[in-house]
């Protein structure tokens, strides 16, 4: 019984040495290739602007608050899904967001009240009418490009 388990033994280092030569080595090998691409963009999609007061209105649009929404439903949650923040000549840009269809809006709150549409606010929906009866609309942005949208704000009286 002893010299079975013994052959045993040394069959299997044998087959195990002689199983383990480079060619079936159980590490992975590393190659590497070189390749250029000539896209100057990415699967992703980009939406930039410039935001604005009306004619005459005397303030301040930096740090107004552009923002993007999944549904009709995020929006009325204030659940967005990206946003960024206008600077002090309006400009924003909103960079790495997946292409789909979004609803959109801008936001400053002046009297500071966490309130979106209280007295003195800049507000703006993409859609149509205006403030306070206006209609959501979906935007496009698609994959690949840049989007600009531009809006003028409108002050809450």
Do not use: H
Not at 2 to 11: D, M, N
């Amino acid at each position: 019984m002893k010299r079975i388990a013994y052959f045993l033994t040394i069959t299997v280092f044998i087959i195990g040495i002689t199983n383990c030569n480079e060619e079936n080595s159980p590490i992975a090998t590393t190659t590497t290739s070189s390749s250029s691409t000539t896209s100057s963009c990415c699967p992703f999609a980009t939406l930039s602007g410039v935001g604005s007061l009306p004619y005459g209105v005397i303030g301040d649009i930096q740090n107004t608050r552009v923002a993007l929404y999944i549904s009709p439903e995020d929006w009325n949650l204030d659940i967005t899904y990206a946003f960024t923040a206008c600077d002090a000549s309006g400009n924003y840009t909103m960079g790495q967001l997946v292409p789909g269809m979004f609803y959109m809006d801008a936001w400053k709150d002046n009297d500071n009240d966490g309130e979106w549409g209280s007295t003195g606010d800049y507000v703006w929906v993409y859609g149509s009418g205006v403030y306070p009866n206006y209609t959501l609309d979906t935007v496009k942005i698609p994959g690949f490009q840049i989007t600009s949208i531009d809006f003028e704000l409108f002050v809450v009286p």
